[in-house]
């Protein structure tokens, strides 16, 4: 069963720092895209950014981009986030999750596998 374990979220003031781990487990987790999703409350589940199997092309939403690293280890099973200069409107839960049909690799309908999420909170 795939399994999906978020971490390293927390609350910064603006212009702060995390990094925010997942830890995979129950599938072949390099042969697959990986995304991080944000939803804050009342607003629509986004993507944030989103790496191929191997790791050698990342895609991010205009939002984050120059500012979060998206990031894999496959020995590791483990996908990252670095969120670099965050800002008040970063605040939300983030979720990992495991792209399982083709299309967009920012559109969360084509993931099927995610996390619980970790709440990042940045203050101003």
């Known amino acids: 069963q795939v399994q999906l374990v978020e971490s390293g979220g927390g609350s910064v003031q603006a212009g702060g720092s995390l990094r925010l781990s997942c830890a995979a487990s129950?599938?072949?987790?390099?042969?697959?895209?990986m995304g991080w999703f944000r939803q804050a409350p009342g607003k629509e589940r986004e993507g944030v950014a989103a790496i191929n199997p191997s790791g050698g092309s990342t895609i991010y939403a205009d939002s984050v981009k120059s500012r979060f690293t998206i990031s894999r280890d496959n020995a590791k099973n483990t996908l990252y986030l670095q969120m670099n200069s965050l800002k008040p409107e970063d605040t939300a839960m983030y979720y990992c999750?495991?792209?399982?049909?083709?299309?967009?690799?920012?559109?969360?309908?084509?993931?099927?596998?995610w996390g619980q999420g970790t709440q990042v909170t940045v203050s101003s």
């Open positions: 999750a495991v792209k399982t049909i083709g299309g967009s690799p920012l559109n969360p309908r084509n993931y099927g596998y």
């Open positions: 129950g599938y072949t987790y390099s042969r697959n895209y």
